[in-house]
């Protein structure tokens, strides 16, 4: 039996475990209490609900009858979770089908440029959804929108809404945005299919159908189901895309459902939105969990080294290499081209050499909202500022805890590893706009030595590293693991202290990796909307507020200024973490 | 400094059976040691704790008079206090430092003086042949390079005792004769009880002046290699040691009828090499000769009779495959073991 005294003399040697523990109490509080907050608040009464007969503070099923059984609740929950459920399983589809089958491509046909495609097509994931949807509706926007129409009505062709707004749009623009990591994913599956497996079936005389169904699709079928799940998960917290697609029409999800609720400071329902779009993201995550442990089975038994010859297409190489190309055009390269230029022409639909302008982004168009252009215009600066500065601080604090929480993971043997490990991934079961109304029911007033923090950009930057602390606890572990326990060892065997360790060889050897694992939270941070619409107050002002908000009044060029601006800083800044190796941190989130 | 294990057991969490499982184990001032075994025996656990890199669940472990891993009684010296060095698997090169910085590291912690330090790191260098390499860094350097710079790491401070784990298994066949030589003329040099850990037979039988068999955990037999090889303590011990491997009849074979035994014996062996082998006349056919490999200076020859298959390592071919012949061997160069593969 170890005696206490033991344990302290082992402590005294290796602290970390102390150390995991804090942190880990540290997590419990950023990651549950939010949580907590949500669910209790959809129990208790706020004050000034109409409606709430019980006292401020009181327990109440209010809520939940108002969401569940009322006259309201159709429009309030049920349309929205049925539009949630379609789009996620619609979108969840698209992105499988356009995904593996651009993937099966690029890694098993002789087209030209292979494998090289993911490189291409990723460019995809790096714009922000919302900007595509923006894009969407500068060509299909019709007439019950703010502003003038989108290009096709302007050049006379009818939009219906169907095509405009709504489920249509919301499903290609966020299919078109997350395939490149299904594409991603099956590429790698159809890697690891052993040559041998193939050919076997082949020399048992099966047909070239039969080896596609009997070996190739189970083969892939984990890697598929798994990516099902998480792009659902993710497409269920997603807000900026379906909000800027449904708000003309009226057309609500879940997410977005939620974001109005809170608009409207009704508390109360919007928890109780937080918390079934947060059960749901649990089911997807449990579900994929549960796929990838029963897909250990099959990797076991691949260790293939024998590559698969790639399918001959004979004829049908120029057409599959131009599906690609339609796929790039589709994808990203027309929608920055019409984001982009649609800022440099006078009006939509027009275009001549007579029609190009500057005047969105220098002169000003004059009109009282935002009457200068957007480079001499105070607002942009500010938000760029803003947006850049949060983003940055987001990134330095998430990649500082999620290296740290790898060091501490690897030096604390035992349960408080693995707990310390199992709560930097929790925030993946939390979708974004939970996690905001979260938040905001917890930091909304003061608790104990912790200001209120609503409306500040402190809350914002928690929300951020929280959002991304899985991503950067796994950089973390990738980087820590790369060098290895033993160079630690090697330095206490040589005689120093675990503070000197630390000091001399585990810090340096990290701060190679720190730009790493910053560089990715710093991107998606440029771009996050989720959190900052819900978590800013108007008088902060970041980019891609300032671009929503333009758009919903209809500045739709000035918009795609803004909008223009953010997504080249978040192609840049996501190839540059390609480059410096980030292939598994673009995937990573 | 002499090193003692008492019950020492290991026992990893959701881990069905102990890694160590009530190891003792006494080793004496000077000694060279060579921890044996399969992989997953437990050699490496044993060494980590010995090092402080992991801890006992159990039982005690005393370097010298110290004792230094004692739950029972509290007891727990951090790894950088023990003043035992060791030379990692993968040598644990710092990739951010030259030589001459990893070299200098545990000097620099014990706060020697700069102008000691340069004379020590650079005695030690020269002594290992890495005097040009000292502003190199690990990246830079060829496999046994680096592990001759892990050596030196842990000899310039002059630890009390040194523990290699698996020094020769990365090392093509010729740098891991020299690293043999270099580890036997360093342990004369420096006088220091030193333990390695191998899965290789012939590495300890070259090295060690004792070994320690380990198998499930336990100490299988602890003795001179010679001892080791022509008495195995068990079964197991005897299956392990020697290539081939020690030929085991159950007691009821033929081959063995007229070996003397005791009522205890259930399983006799004997070597490859113990074996003489003779032409069969067509009349007394015994065994067939399924294959016959030369090693260069001798044969080995696989031999079967109904479902026994045996190995005899003998000087000359005796046969070509399919030919008769004849064993026969001394019975005094017999091991008896019992039923549970204990020696008798």
């Known amino acids: 039996m170890k005696t206490l005294q033991y344990r302290l003399a082992t402590l005294r040697s290796n602290p970390m475990p102390i150390l995991a523990i804090v942190l880990a109490a540290v997590l419990v509080y950023a990651i549950l209490g939010p949580v907590e907050s ?33 006259r309201a609740a159709d429009r309030l929950f049920y349309q929205p979770l049925w539009h949630s459920i379609e789009l996620t399983a619609l979108t969840a589809a698209l992105t499988i089908a356009l995904g593996v089958g651009a993937g099966w491509l690029a890694a098993r046909t002789d087209v030209w440029g292979g494998v090289r495609w993911n490189g291409i097509l990723i460019v995809a994931f790096m714009v922000p959804s919302w900007a595509f949807a923006q894009t969407w509706l500068t060509i299909f926007k019709n007439e019950h929108a ?22 249509i749009p919301s499903v290609i623009v966020l299919s078109l945005h997350l395939f490149p990591l299904v594409m991603a994913l099956s590429i790698d599956a159809f890697g690891r299919i052993d040559a041998a497996q193939e050919e076997a079936a082949v020399l048992l005389g099966a047909s070239r159908l039969t080896v596609v169904r009997r070996i190739m699709l189970p083969g892939i079928r984990p890697t598929v189901l798994s990516a099902a799940m998480l792009i659902a998960a993710g497409v269920m917290g997603d807000f900026g895309a379906p909000y800027v697609l449904g708000l003309p029409v009226g057309y609500n999800v879940l997410a977005t459902s939620l974001y109005g609720e809170l608009k409207n400071n009704r508390q109360g329902t919007a928890a109780v939105l937080a918390t079934v779009v947060t059960l749901l993201g649990v089911l997807l995550i449990a579900g994929d969990s549960s796929l990838t442990r029963g897909a250990k089975r099959f990797q076991t038994l691949t260790g293939g080294t024998m590559r698969l010859q790639p399918i001959r297409l004979r004829f049908a190489r120029p057409f599959a290499f131009a599906l690609l190309v339609i796929l790039a055009i589709v994808a990203f390269a027309g929608p920055l081209l019409i984001l982009a230029g649609s800022t440099f022409v006078d009006k939509l639909g027009h275009v001549s050499l007579a029609d190009l302008t500057t005047r969105y982004w220098w002169q000003g168009t004059g009109n009282r909202d935002f009457p200068t252009g957007l480079l001499r215009s105070a607002d942009f600066w500010i938000g760029l500022r803003n947006t850049a500065a949060v983003a940055a601080l987001a990134a330095i604090v998430c990649a500082i805890v999620g290296l740290v929480a790898a060091v501490l993971i690897r030096n604390s043997p035992g349960w408080i590893g693995s707990l310390l490990r199992q709560l930097t991934f929790l925030p993946h079961l939390v979708p974004g706009v939970a996690l905001a109304a979260g938040l905001i029911a917890l930091f909304v007033v003061p608790r104990g030595p912790i200001p209120a923090l609503y409306g500040t950009f402190t809350l914002i930057i928690i929300g951020m590293v929280i959002s991304h602390l899985p991503f950067a606890t796994r950089t973390g572990i990738a980087a820590v693991s790369q060098f290895g326990g033993e160079l630690d060892d090697a330095a206490r065997m040589s005689g120093a202290g675990w503070l000197s360790t630390l000091r ?77 190796g980030g292939m598994g941190a673009a995937l990573a989130t | 400094m002499s090193l003692r294990l008492t019950s020492v057991t290991r026992r990893y969490r959701g881990a069905k059976r102990a890694a160590v499982d009530g190891l003792d184990l006494d080793v004496p001032d000077g000694a060279l040691l060579c921890l044996l075994g399969a992989s997953g025996c437990g050699k490496t656990t044993t060494l980590r704790m010995i090092a402080g890199l992991d801890q006992v669940d159990s039982g005690s472990i005393e370097i010298g008079v110290r004792t230094v891993d004692a739950p029972a009684s509290g007891v727990f010296v951090a790894p950088d206090k023990r003043d035992v060095g060791l030379v990692f698997q993968h040598y644990a090169l710092w990739p951010h430092m030259r030589v001459r910085q990893i070299v200098e590291f545990g000097l620099r912690e014990r706060h020697v003086p700069r102008g000691e330090r340069r004379e020590l790191v650079g005695a030690i260098l020269d002594r290992l042949g890495l005097g040009d390499l000292a502003e190199r860094y690990p990246s830079e350097l060829s496999g046994g390079q680096q592990q001759r710079v892990a050596l030196a790491r842990t000899l310039v401070v002059r630890p009390k005792m040194l523990l290699l784990d698996e020094p020769l298994s990365n090392l093509d066949a010729q740098l891991a004769s020299e690293m043999r030589e270099t580890i036997r003329t360093l342990h004369r040099e420096f006088g220091c009880t030193t333990v390695f850990v191998t899965h290789d037979q012939s590495d300890a039988m070259a090295l060690a002046d004792r070994i320690a068999v380990m198998h499930g955990g336990r100490l299988a037999q602890l003795g001179a290699p010679l001892e080791v090889y022509r008495q195995p303590a068990t079964i197991h011990v005897a299956r392990f040691i020697g290539e081939p491997p020690m030929n085991l009849l159950p007691v ?58 045996i190995s005899a390592h003998v000087p000359a071919q005796a046969g070509a495959p399919g030919d008769q012949v004849t064993v026969a061997f001394d019975a005094a160069d017999a091991s008896h073991f019992d039923a549970s593969g204990v020696r008798i």
Do not use: C
């Open chain 1, 146 to 167: 703010a502003g003038g129409t989108g290009v096709l009505q302007s050049l006379g062709v009818r939009v219906p809404d169907a095509l405009a707004y709504g489920l």
């Open chain 1, 504 to 580: 001399r060889v585990t810090v340096p050897l990290l701060r190679r990796t720190f730009g790493a694992a910053a560089l990715f939270p710093f991107i998606s941070g440029l771009k996050e909307l989720t959190l900052i619409v819900m978590l800013s107050t108007i008088s902060m002002q970041f980019l891609p507020a300032l671009s929503l908000d333009l758009s919903e009044h209809g500045y739709t060029q000035q918009a795609n200024a803004v909008t223009t601006v953010i997504t080249l800083l978040a192609v840049a800044g996501g190839i540059l973490a390609r480059r410096l």
């Open chain 2, 252 to 309: 009821s074979h033929p081959l063995v009828a007229s070996v003397p035994r005791d009522e205890r014996t259930a399983t006799v062996g004997v070597r490859p090499e113990s074996l003489r082998l003779s032409p069969a006349s067509p009349a007394d056919p015994e065994w067939t000769i399924r294959s016959a490999l030369p090693t260069g200076a001798s044969w080995v020859h696989s031999l079967e009779r109904g479902e026994t298959v």
């Open chain 1, 38 to 70: 949500v669910l209790s608040a959809a129990f208790v009464a706020h004050a000034g609900d109409p409606g709430v007969t019980q006292l401020p503070g009181h327990g109440t099923t209010f809520y939940l009858e108002r969401m569940f059984s009322s």
